[in-house]
């Protein structure tokens, strides 16, 4: 099994910028996908970004121009990089991994979820 743990998040002024980070630790074989969602009050979890192999990437159309996941494979590490804050970003956000710790697993893992407020 492995973990994720969340950093990053906080009070910004809508805007501003924010730099999440998500590193994966434990028993750790291949990750194949490492993302971004987010849940808003009284909203659904929704995708905001995902990396996969470390190399292609997806968005949400809400967020397209503004942030920006990148991964750092060595480190068993996603980043988000938020830009141009809007109060409605304003959400936990959580981190999400797909991988395994042997060949043959394929779970699906999630952080603890970090509060990202914009103020207007």
């Known amino acids: 099994q492995f973990q994720l743990v969340e950093s990053g998040g906080g009070l910004v002024q809508a805007g501003g910028s924010l730099r999440l980070s998500c590193a994966a630790s434990?028993?750790?074989?291949?990750?194949?996908?490492m993302g971004w969602y987010r849940q808003a009050p009284g909203k659904q979890r929704e995708l905001v970004a995902a990396i996969y192999t470390g190399v292609n990437t997806k968005y949400a159309d809400s967020v397209k121009g503004r942030f920006t996941i990148s991964g750092d494979n060595a480190r068993n590490t996603v980043y988000l990089l938020m830009k141009s804050l809007k109060p409605e970003d304003t959400a936990v956000y959580y981190c999400n991994a797909v991988g395994g710790s042997s060949p043959f697993e394929y779970l699906e893992v999630w952080g603890q979820g970090t509060l990202v407020t914009v103020s207007s």
């Open positions: 434990g028993s750790i074989f291949s990750i194949s996908a």
